[in-house]
């Protein structure tokens, strides 16, 4: 697949824009991160509603678990460079001499804000975006989803808790937000009832929750609770 046309380019322009190549060229004004708000919250819709037509049999938790295989920062990396994002990323020179046209982080959050983009060159018409993403979503294999979803920590652990505990789930807070623009570092801890339970850092939030996530899992199995 490669980037459908685009009638505003200016919009492709500004989603390919990382916030590096922003703080090194102040003329740019706008990064992409408003757009990758706003795509992630696309792709999670589109993401369920395609699982939920795909599998009818499947229940609300299984579907979840495969929800979250099927956008997570692997993946949304891939899609990226499946329809040749990677290259096309506005970097900053510190970005790209540290591997930035590489790194998962940097090409999961562009992709986020491509449709993001693309979403608003329709109108916010979904269907063409929707068109878009189904082919993406068909081309990953069903026993990748599958094998992803089952180690899913994130789903693993509010499954435990809510067993085990308490109906609502964890909360993931983060805690810590630092590093350079091209290499940032996040500090995540998750909590349950206001009582913590493990703590994790990566180079994105969603990183950080989900080594939080697996740190809270090693927490229980070295309590005899898993």
């Not at 790194?103 to 975006?129: C, H, K, Q, R, W």
């Not at 085990?164 to 349950?192: C, D, M, R, W």
């Amino acid at each position: 697949m490669t980037i459908p046309t685009f009638k505003n380019e200016k919009l492709l322009r500004l989603a390919l824009t990382h916030r590096s190549y922003v703080n090194e060229n102040p003329g740019e004004g706008e990064n992409n991160e408003r757009l990758e708000f706003l795509g992630d919250a696309i792709l999670t819709f589109l993401s369920g509603e395609y699982l939920y037509k795909r599998h009818p049999e499947m229940g609300e938790d299984e579907l979840t678990r495969r929800r979250a295989a099927l956008v997570d920062e692997k993946q949304l990396a891939r899609f990226a460079i499946e329809v040749g994002l990677d290259f096309r990323m506005r970097l900053g020179k510190g970005a790209i001499r540290d591997g930035g046209f590489t790194n998962p982080n940097l090409l999961s959050s562009t992709f986020e804000a491509f449709i993001g983009a693309y979403y608003l060159d329709n109108n916010s018409n979904i269907n063409p975006v929707r068109e878009f993403v189904e082919n993406l979503f068909g081309s990953v294999p069903e026993n990748v989803v599958e094998i992803r979803s089952n180690v899913d920590s994130k789903n693993r652990f509010q499954e435990w808790v809510q067993t085990n505990i308490s109906p609502t789930p964890p909360k993931y807070v983060t805690v810590q937000a630092g590093g350079e623009a091209h290499a940032p570092e996040f500090l995540a801890k998750v909590f349950v009832n206001e009582k913590e339970y493990g703590e994790g850092r990566g180079r994105s939030k969603k990183d950080a929750e989900k080594r939080a996530a697996e740190d809270a899992l090693a927490n229980l199995k070295r309590r005899g609770l898993m």
